[in-house]
């Protein structure tokens, strides 16, 4: 059976090792700052007295702390005693991920990193999504383990994979919650609460946007733009009418215009008659 060293007693760190602790699993945890004081979630867990103590017990070390500089600076501190695999889930960039892989494949170790997509109250909840890339080969002795935390999905070797998956997931995140804060607004200067809208809302998503973003994915893979359906300039007098709704009611129209300056220019760049899945292109028109 796995024996897990936890490395990292944040919120998440913690909640990764009370998951695996409910699950049966052997978890001892261990933080830079040393044991924390009081009665909060987790106190019971044992705790190793040192980094040294920590590593050399375990067979998988599940790193979850503050940002990639505190991850290399704690492997470079144990670098004398890791013998086990060492899957990552701080978050930070590509580049990040590639350079702590880099380090530990020169010392003869074995480097899986992870991105958790959830906050931690959703931590060992099954449909919570946690992706993974690098090491096949720790990924699967590991994966009974990992699946203890939420559903595990493998990307591929490449160490960088998930950390770019976090963020570009985030960034879909963040836009579609701004998008209800937006709507949320503008219905409130109605009296309508958010509480109302939101079964609406998530009604629509299901039974429709969905739908939506599926065929759009075929489009964007495709770069083809049918605009059978809804195309651009379609769609365009719409946006104008939501700048209009947001300023008549006194609300910022940052969001709107950004939607409305985008589409404009995609229809200036040719694809007034395509989807709004054509905005891709004006999106990847740096590369």
């Not at 040294?52 to 004398?80: F, K, N």
């Not at 104008?240 to 404009?264: C, F, K, N, S, Y």
Request: charged share 15%.
């Amino acid at each position: 059976m796995d024996s897990v060293v936890v490395i990292g007693l944040n919120p998440r760190g913690m909640a990764l090792a009370q998951a695996l602790a409910a699950a049966g699993i052997q978890v001892v945890v261990w933080d830079e700052a040393g044991p924390s004081t009081g009665t909060s979630p987790g106190e019971d867990l044992p705790r190793a007295e040192s980094l040294q103590t920590a590593l050399t017990s375990a067979s998988l070390v599940l790193m979850c702390v503050d940002d990639y500089d505190g991850v290399q600076r704690l492997l470079g501190q144990a670098e004398p005693y890791v013998t086990a695999d060492v899957v990552n889930v701080t978050s930070g960039t590509s580049a990040q991920a590639e350079r702590v892989a880099a380090w530990m494949n020169t010392r003869g170790g074995r480097y899986l990193d992870g991105a958790l997509m959830g906050h931690p109250e959703h931590v060992g909840v099954p449909e919570t999504v946690l992706v993974y890339s690098g090491s096949a080969e720790v990924f699967e002795s590991h994966r009974t383990v990992l699946n203890h935390l939420g559903e595990a999905t493998y990307l591929g070797a490449a160490p960088g994979t998930a950390a770019l998956y976090e963020v570009a997931m985030l960034n879909f995140a963040w836009a579609t919650q701004l998008g209800f804060l937006q709507t949320a607004a503008l219905l409130g200067t109605a009296q309508v609460p958010a509480t109302t809208v939101a079964p609406l809302l998530i009604r629509w998503l299901s039974a429709t946007v969905t739908e939506v973003i599926s065929d759009y994915a075929r489009q964007i893979d495709d770069r083809h733009y049918p605009g059978d359906q809804e195309w651009l300039e379609l769609d365009a007098p719409l946006m104008d009418h939501l700048v209009e709704a947001a300023r008549a009611r006194g609300l910022d129209t940052a969001l709107p215009e950004l939607i409305q300056a985008l589409t404009t220019r995609g229809i200036d760049a040719g694809h007034g008659m395509d989807s709004f899945a054509s905005l891709t292109e004006i999106l990847r028109a740096r590369q």
